[in-house]
């Protein structure tokens, strides 16, 4: 199979983002499948141009593993403002006419909604080619800006996403959700729950294995604080990931002079005040550094002693949660707290850590004050258990291989 996808945000190898893609592309190349992602060469996460720096062109070709990227030029940003939407308008225009240009026909395009033109491209390439569609909705929009509290669900803009996200459902031969209750949310909107098929995010067991050397400036950070009881969070610095949880409790812990030290790792639009939360307050149990690379995350991870999920209660996560983050944690053997108050998740499926669902600094405080360390290795070990059974990239490409077979027959 002749495999497209257009996801505007997906990285690859030696840099940070998501590898959604990658991760999938490359056991689907494996099994003798032929995989090109169509992604913007503007790091989202690091909001740098990263692979066509020097180039005048609008886009390069380059093999990763098997897996054919065609790296598209987009318009750059800063901030969340006008012009990350030009970037989105840029990675839709010339992404769509790069595709117009392949001498090869894709027999299935995935259209990966993080946004929604993404989305569109992929199925106006499959109706280009009379290639077989399907959607992806990685998150559930609109819905997810309703619960989230960004928009209100009668502003114009919900409606038209609303409009959207219901003929994508219409056009698509297969719709990917990567949560597991979202089948019943796309069913809710009037489309045959036959047409939905579950792909979590993953974990890539060859990952640890293959860990890249840790900076100078990290390993420094690193052996200042080894000593102690490491609590880590590693991704987004949103309003959505709940990061004050994290200081709050961190300034009890210090009050209690429990041994704990709490680090994030990343960035956003949350960042830059919770640095200067942690300056004015004088809080020093907390360490932030910036976004790594992917392949060091397994690396940094043998330091900590617990995975940290903090969430805003939103009725959003009723359909569930698959965050890389999660499963970055439990492949590498580490036990999860997440914080909120949402059900059915897989460290529980693991009894793999905790899931604290109330009073979530008073929780956390007790819970890492009085750790047993004993405790901590069986849920580590659990996890690990868990992820190689359920949601090994291996698999995962495994079923979505299968689904598309049926579908080309």
Avoid at 28 to 34: A, F, N, R
Avoid at 286 to 306: F, G, H
């Amino acid at each position: 199979m002749n495999i497209w996808i257009f996801n505007h945000y997906a990285s690859g190898p030696n840099s940070s983002g998501g590898t959604r893609h990658y991760d999938l592309g490359k056991q689907l190349v494996k099994l003798g499948h032929s995989v090109t992602i169509y992604a913007s060469s503007f790091n989202h996460q690091l909001l740098v141009e990263e692979h066509l720096l020097e180039s005048k062109s609008f886009y390069k070709e380059k093999m990763c593993d098997g897996v054919k990227f065609i790296w598209v030029k987009t318009t750059p940003y800063s901030k969340n403002n006008y012009k990350r939407v030009l970037n989105m308008l840029s990675y839709t225009r010339r992404a769509y006419k790069i595709a117009r240009i392949q001498s090869n026909r894709p027999d299935i395009v995935i259209g990966s909604l993080v946004h929604p033109f993404a989305a569109i491209i992929g199925y106006l390439i499959a109706k280009k080619y009379n290639s077989i569609y399907y959607f992806e909705e990685r998150d559930l929009w609109p819905q997810t800006l309703i619960d989230l509290g960004k928009m209100s669900p009668k502003n114009p803009v919900i409606y038209i996403l609303s409009k959207i996200e219901h003929f994508l459902f219409k056009k698509a031969k297969r719709i990917i959700v990567l949560f597991d209750k979202a089948v019943d949310y796309v069913e809710s909107k009037g489309i045959a729950k036959e047409k939905v098929l579950y792909i979590p995010n993953g974990f890539d067991t060859d990952r640890t294995l293959n860990s890249a050397e840790l900076s100078a400036d990290i390993k420094q950070a690193l052996d200042k604080i080894e000593k102690q009881t490491i609590a880590i969070y590693t991704g987004a610095h949103g309003k959505a990931n709940n990061l004050d949880v994290i200081l709050n409790s961190a300034t009890k812990i210090w009050k209690q002079k429990a041994d704990v030290h709490f680090l994030l790792i990343g960035d956003g639009p949350e960042k830059k005040r919770l640095v200067n939360r942690i300056k004015s307050e004088k809080i020093t149990n907390v360490t932030m550094l910036s976004p790594v690379k992917k392949e060091m995350i397994p690396e940094i991870l043998k330091y900590a002693d617990v995975g940290l999920l903090p969430l805003v209660n939103s009725p959003v996560f009723k359909w569930g949660i698959s965050p890389n983050k999660l499963f970055d944690y439990m492949g590498a053997s580490l036990p999860v707290i997440i914080l909120c108050d949402v059900e059915g998740t897989p460290v529980e499926l693991a009894n793999g850590g905790q899931v604290i669902k109330g009073n979530f600094e008073e929780e956390l405080v007790n819970y890492l004050s009085d750790i047993d360390k004993s405790e901590l290795v069986t849920f580590g070990n659990n996890s690990r258990s868990y992820v190689e059974k359920n949601h090994s990239w291996e698999r995962l490409a495994n079923k979505l291989e299968a689904q598309m077979s049926i579908d080309l027959n």
